[in-house]
């Protein structure tokens, strides 16, 4: 009797585990499902759109964090360093404006404009993608390869708050790993940054 009770709970908790993996959105290994959002100059954008590309640089960031912000330019820079070797950035604000207005559409496209992105600063209408990655934080990298598998989720680079003091570049290396041949390590890092904001 003590056998069964045994293995009812293990079973119970395996189901548990396995349902917290999925809300918890993907993982390291996982094949993410591609997606179609408006771009700030209103066309919809997928990562098939991207017919060359090698990986993708999706990440989840938005205007008014300050964390964000202080990581614009080095997207900027690891955008016009890595798309032309087929890894594109594609940002995506999945923020609710309803919440935090300063993520409007309409002020995605100001901050788009006086920050000359030269990648897709996408918005996620419905809050419907971010869960689907998991994401939690802006910004919030995934790193994906050309199959749309998942290999490296998490922080840009080890300094937030001041590129000159930026030691270990985890998601860089993680594409120059790619670019070896090999996995990236590590593989996983803790995102920094704002809670992504949502009326649930």
Do not use: W
């Amino acid at each position: 009797m003590k056998f069964y009770t045994f293995l009812s709970i293990a079973l119970c908790a395996l189901t548990m585990s396995a349902f917290t993996v999925i809300s918890d959105g993907y993982g390291v290994g996982d094949t993410a499902t591609d997606f179609k959002l408006k771009n700030v100059d209103g066309k919809f954008v997928s990562l098939s759109d991207y017919k060359d590309a090698k990986g993708y640089i999706v990440t989840f960031t938005c205007n008014h964090c300050p964390y964000a912000v202080m990581y614009e330019d080095r997207l900027i820079a690891l955008h016009n360093e890595f798309a032309p070797k087929g890894y594109p950035v594609v940002a995506i604000n999945p923020n609710d404006p309803a919440v935090q207005p300063a993520d409007s559409e309409a002020e995605m496209k100001v901050r788009a404009e006086e920050k000359k992105f030269p990648f897709a600063y996408l918005f996620d209408e419905g809050q419907k993608v971010y869960p689907q990655f998991g994401a939690k934080k802006t910004p919030h990298v995934y790193l994906l390869d050309a199959d749309m598998k998942v290999r490296y989720i998490g922080a840009i680079d080890d300094s937030p708050k001041d590129e000159a003091e930026v030691e270990e570049k985890y998601l860089a290396n993680a594409i120059m790993a790619l670019e070896k041949g090999k996995d990236p390590s590590p593989a996983f890092t803790k995102a920094i940054g704002c809670s992504i904001k949502s009326k649930s």
